[in-house]
């Protein structure tokens, strides 16, 4: 596979995920009932597991050991952030939930925000 094709599709899948995120998660935390949190903790996990993979081939490849250390550091805190989330969400605490969800999603932003440019790929969040 094409080294340039395969970062093109880490990056769509960074976006898609980044997307999903932000749209779906703020919905299923309106329900407030067991099948939903089982739901919103399951696609917290699958979610993580995909950008963990794709993030980390995309700073592998980044050029320039500066730009390579910032972006580790923000992925850094998103994942730490999406692990705070998964643990509220195991907790049953909406208001935590909450919290920990606002916190991920800035983390998220912050994250995309800084690969956006390299393709090109514009906001991933649908409200802006």
């Keep these: 596979m094409d080294h340039e094709m395969e970062l093109k599709g880490c990056f769509r899948r960074i976006k898609n995920c980044a997307i999903e995120l932000f749209s779906t998660m703020e919905e299923d935390l309106e329900m407030d009932d067991e099948d939903s949190w089982d739901l919103v903790g399951r696609d917290i996990r699958l979610k993580a597991t995909f950008l963990y993979i794709d993030l980390s081939r995309v700073i592998a490849c980044c050029e320039g050991e500066e730009h390579k250390k910032a972006l580790t550091v923000l992925t850094n805190r998103f994942f730490y ?6 643990d509220a969400v195991e907790s049953r605490s909406l208001p935590l939930t909450q919290v920990r969800y606002s916190d991920t999603a800035g983390a998220l932003r912050e994250v995309v925000a800084v690969l956006a440019p390299s393709l090109h790929l514009g906001p991933c969040d649908p409200e802006e």
């Design 81 to 86: 952030s999406m692990d705070e989330l998964g």
